[in-house]
């Protein structure tokens, strides 16, 4: 069988595999693009029917192409892969549909790997991983499955009338989890919201995007606090148009509010006590933006109206100040539990020394001590930026440089 050779293949065309094409083309070298599924696949497959982008359309895109629209929009999902397919042809990136790659590993005696797929056998000196963080469904092993209730990942939902009918406990208080218990109480079911540790910034203030606040008071350069912190949980929306997040409000509306979930016991889960501790922490977070906000248009003159009415948090509730520490969930009539617990990555296919004893990518902003492994899509990757559709973008840069230049290292030889 023979063996397809290429310069640099990068694994994922999402966001990040798409981006790493444009700037690897820029740069002329040689590459190929391979993706299991189609383009920008999990935008169309792992996401809510009604999902919308996080940031508004003129703030999450490439540089070099706007979304059609209003750019203050929150643009819908299945727009969002449409235009990363768009993105894709523009710059005629040579991407291939339908093939898994299984296995990467070192070549002996030369540089280079090669690389299994589904489709035949290839050898490339540079491998750029651009699967992203989301590749295995994280759903913690506590409710057991003689439990009676059904159990599904966020990735997994699509909307209200996919669930049985009952009452559902969402486990997670981030973008994903908020959104989905939201969307579910006003579909007209009970709803129980597991809200663990986040910070909750405000969907605008004085008349500018958060994503905007975050810009100009230089927080999407920043990096994370300390080990551990890299997925900090962050509770903000799209949806309607986009919106703050007030977990009392909600609560209000009818949603209650549980803290973390703990132990499954005879058909009861327990909770944490730290629900009003969650939620005073993410005030804080809030709050603390309004302050820095407020400092930056009083140093640089600016004329943005107050808003004097972000500071007032939602009401008090009972649920709060008497929260719930034990659920019996066929008591509660609950008969469907959704984890938006995020995800866990999955290289087993990368055999390379390029991660911890973990099995986590060791990088300096995406560049591996394996030379020739790069990778691109991770949470903070260069910084809080580098979940952010625009983030990716610029990382891609970074690597497609990197491995630029290190070509012109190997291509140099002295002048006689």
């Avoid at 940031?55 to 895109?61: C, L, S």
């Avoid at 919201?193 to 008349?207: K, M, N």
């Avoid at 809080?384 to 625009?390: L, P």
């Avoid at 990197?402 to 070509?407: G, T």
């Amino acid at each position: 069988m023979s063996v397809e050779k290429i310069h640099t293949l990068v694994v994922g065309a999402g966001q990040a595999g798409v981006a790493m094409s444009e700037h690897l083309s820029r740069n002329d070298v040689e590459h190929l693009v391979l993706e299991r599924g189609r383009i920008a696949e999990r935008w169309r497959s792992m996401r809510w029917d009604s999902l919308v982008a996080n940031g508004p359309a003129w703030h999450d895109r490439f540089p070099n192409m706007d979304f059609p629209g209003s750019a203050d929009a929150f643009v819908p999902k299945e727009r969002v892969a449409d235009y990363f397919e768009a993105y894709a042809r523009k710059y005629d990136a040579p991407i291939r549909c339908g093939v898994d790659v299984t296995s990467v590993e070192r070549l002996d005696g030369r540089p280079g790997f090669r690389i299994e797929t589904s489709n035949g056998v290839i050898e490339a000196r540079n491998v750029v991983a651009a699967t992203g963080p989301f590749q295995k469904p994280n759903i913690p092993p506590i409710v057991p499955k003689e439990a009676g209730v059904h159990q599904m990942h966020s990735s997994d939902y699509r909307n209200p009338k996919q669930l049985q009918e009952g009452a559902v406990l969402v486990v997670g208080a981030g973008s994903s989890g908020v959104q989905i218990a939201e969307e579910l109480m006003r579909a007209g079911r009970k709803v129980y919201l597991s809200v663990g540790p986040h910070d909750r910034p405000p969907r605008a203030y004085r008349g500018r995007d958060f994503v905007w606040w975050l810009g100009v008071l230089g927080k999407w350069d920043g990096q994370p606090q300390a080990q551990g912190t890299e997925h900090v949980t962050i509770a903000v929306s799209g949806a309607r148009g986009g919106e703050t997040i007030d977990f009392r409000r909600l609560a209000a509306q009818g949603m209650v509010l549980v803290g973390m979930t703990g132990a499954y016991n005879k058909g009861k889960l327990s909770f944490a006590d730290d629900l009003a501790r969650n939620l005073d922490r993410g005030d804080q977070n809030y709050l603390s933006l309004l302050d820095e906000a407020d400092a930056f248009v009083a140093r640089n003159g600016l004329d943005l109206p107050e808003e004097p009415e972000a500071r007032l948090l939602g009401p008090a509730v009972d649920c709060v100040t008497n929260p719930l520490v034990e659920l019996d969930l066929r008591g509660a009539g609950v008969t469907t539990v959704i984890w938006a617990t995020g995800f866990t990555s999955d290289y087993s296919w990368m055999k390379v020394n390029a991660f911890d004893e973990a099995g986590r990518p060791k990088h300096l902003r995406g560049v591996s001590p394996e030379k020739g492994i790069y990778f691109l899509g991770l949470p903070w990757l260069s910084g809080r930026g580098s979940s952010f559709i625009w983030g990716v973008w610029h990382d891609a840069k970074h690597l497609a440089d990197h491995i630029l230049i290190q070509e012109n290292y190997l291509a140099y030889a002295p002048q006689d």
